[in-house]
């Protein structure tokens, strides 16, 4: 989740047997979509957030954090889900949380400081997605609750949430960290796995599944460098295996570890005792460098299957990649291409010349003048571990090849400067006991508007999908929306934009369905609400689950986000949001006294999907 903007190091701060029986039958078991539901409830009038500890009956427990997120309306982003595979009912979500990033008091302006930790969010429903009650993970700055003793974490934020479900009741939920809690300029880059089980064990009431903190285990460390100029793991994935074979119960846990000097590789760490220890790190891709966005798949006999990003980088081209194991993930082959791509990457010029991955305001405004959230092509991977073949799906962003287009600015889709086009959700199939592929085939095809930030899951033999979608941009017209950011008028005004859209498919072929639209309202993505109010971040991935005829989809939402007007930069594009800051008289301005106003308030929400 941090904020390089020139690097691809992607974060933002400051951070089975009736599945045998209906294989095939795509649409026996489906959810149709209802109205969207608030699953980040840090404002007054909503549930606010409880502890662990209240959420699992342990006993009463707050904190200033709890409290602050309980009135914050601030942001979440990134958001993950995932279904109980024991009862569809249990749905437990996250993101990177900010709701306590105000709760360290006012500075003598009058301004509250943004001291406090951005964290891994756990919101639950126990009704199947029509409610949800927030949380946040233990072992936050602070917190000394009960079960907040058992989280062995070093740092000051957290991020990047993914999630698992074991086929026992049990919950794990992965995530990177950064920043010292006791404020140096170490960025730690530690990446950790905690474990939630039913209070009553494994036999006990599954609407308890998952229910319980049991405590955080750190898989690999950072090397504590300032700066981030040392080691430091970030992007993670994470997957359980819930077959009946002697991997059961395995988990796996995979990450991107960043060196200073500028290298990327992937890695892998296994627990077989329920998350409480994990084996040494274990590189999957010798031989190959500058990779990203790893993805873990499980198929029915336990193979692990770790698909992941490839950059091009001299002679190593654009393309999705896999490792495989066959020995419940002690050993891995090595890395197999398994199709090039044409990759979807925002990049503009900014002021002082440097490549952008996003624009905004000040010293973060760019020469064409737009406003956008940095966008990459990051491919998803999936299995359903109840059908007997050996398939791995997978699905992602490319440019749709014919459409590249001049912009006539520094602006770009296509992963270069000037260069435009339209970005296409893509699928294929791999079959992992023969290695063939099927050919790439575009996901609800639509001539006007962009998609981004696809996911996927698996169940019942339907293909499940979700992504981000344009075609309802008021501000961009057939003629336009390749040449321009999601949103982006020609002066730069920016207005609402984003929708998400899903559709299904056979897992043994045809045609995908009509997209259906989740959203109930479309979200203007560009507000400038980070880095001090000067640029707009919309996260790395949405998120979709589908698990005993229940699909739920997850995404980042802007919805009751306050428009305002900045006084350091009134030019009135729509990117501003709602803020208050005293005129110093010499130029300058004050800190934001009203953070908890409205202007910060991004949040996630879900939906039923088809």
């Not at 002082?352 to 973060?364: K, M």
């Not at 095809?445 to 999908?465: F, S």
């Not at 208050?580 to 130029?587: E, M, S």
Request: glycine fraction near 12%.
């Amino acid at each position: 989740m941090t904020a390089f903007r020139h690097l691809r190091l992607v974060r933002i701060s400051t951070f089975g047997a009736l599945a045998v029986l209906v294989l095939g039958t795509s649409g026996v078991l489906a959810s149709s979509p209802a109205t969207d539901v608030r699953l980040s409830n840090d404002a007054p009038g909503t549930t606010g957030y409880i502890s662990a500890d209240e959420l699992a009956g342990v006993s009463h427990y707050s904190d200033a954090a709890l409290a602050e997120c309980s009135r914050a309306r601030g942001r979440q982003n990134e958001p993950s889900v995932a279904i109980n595979p024991r009862d569809s009912r249990v749905i437990v979500g996250s993101s990177n949380d900010y709701c306590a990033v105000y709760d360290g008091g006012d500075d003598s302006s009058g301004a509250p400081i943004a001291s406090g930790p951005i964290w891994l969010g756990y919101y639950r429903s126990e009704n199947a997605g029509s409610s949800f009650q927030s949380s946040l993970v233990p072992g936050y700055p602070g917190d000394t609750s009960t079960l907040g003793a058992l989280a062995a974490v070093r740092t000051a934020s957290s991020g990047d949430p993914v999630i698992a479900w074991d086929a026992d009741g049990r919950l794990f939920m992965g995530s990177e960290s950064s920043d010292d809690a006791n404020g140096s300029p170490k960025s730690f880059g530690d990446v950790w796995v905690a474990r939630y089980a039913n209070p009553e064990g494994v036999t006990g009431s599954t609407i308890n599944d998952g229910k319980r903190f049991q405590g955080t285990e750190i898989v690999a460390k950072g090397s504590s460098a300032p700066y981030y100029l040392g080691k430091f793991n970030d992007k993670t994935a994470l997957e359980v295996d819930r077959t009946d074979t002697s991997c059961r119960g395995n988990v796996y846990f995979s990450w991107s570890r960043f060196t200073g000097n500028g290298g990327v590789a992937i890695y892998l760490a296994r627990s077989t005792d329920h998350g409480v220890t994990f084996t040494s790190p274990m590189k999957l891709t010798a031989g190959i460098h500058d990779v990203q966005f790893p993805e873990i798949s499980v198929t029915s006999n336990g193979h692990v299957y770790v698909t992941f990003r490839q950059y091009a980088s001299g002679r190593q081209a654009d393309a999705i990649d896999m490792v495989k194991s066959t020995d419940c993930g002690r050993t891995f082959s090595p890395p197999r291409k398994i199709t090039t791509i044409e990759p979807m990457g925002l990049t503009d010029v900014d002021i002082s010349g440097a490549v952008a991955r996003d624009c905004g305001d000040g010293s973060l405004a760019c020469q064409s003048g737009f406003t956008f959230f940095r966008g990459d092509t990051g491919p998803r991977s999936t299995s359903d571990q109840a059908d007997s073949h050996e398939w791995i799906y997978l699905v992602y962003e490319a440019i749709l090849p014919g459409s590249e287009v001049e912009t006539g600015t520094s602006f770009g889709w296509a992963d270069s400067p000037g260069k435009g086009g339209q970005s296409a959700i893509y699928f294929v199939r791999l079959d992992g006991a023969t290695g063939s592929l099927t050919k790439p085939v575009r996901i609800a095809p639509t001539a006007d508007g962009q998609q981004l930030l696809p996911d996927l899951a698996v169940d019942n033999g339907t293909i499940h999908a979700l992504w981000w979608d344009s075609r309802n941009d008021a501000n961009n017209d057939a003629s336009s929306f390749r040449i321009r950011p999601i949103g982006n008028a020609a002066n730069g005004a920016v207005g609402p934009a984003l929708d998400v859209y899903a559709s299904t498919a056979s897992i043994s072929g045809g045609a995908w369905s009509s997209a259906v639209r989740l959203s109930d309202l479309t979200s203007n993505g560009q507000y400038e609400q980070f880095a001090n109010r000067t640029v707009p971040f919309g996260g790395d991935y949405l998120w979709i689950d589908s698990k005993g005829g229940t699909t739920y989809g997850v995404w980042t939402d802007w919805r009751n986000t306050v428009p305002g007007t900045d006084p350091r930069d009134q030019t009135g594009d729509g990117a501003d949001v709602l803020q208050c800051r005293a005129d110093n008289g010499d130029g300058t301005y004050g800190g934001d006294t009203c953070p908890r106003g409205g202007g910060l308030d991004q949040d996630i929400y879900g939906n039923l999907a088809p």
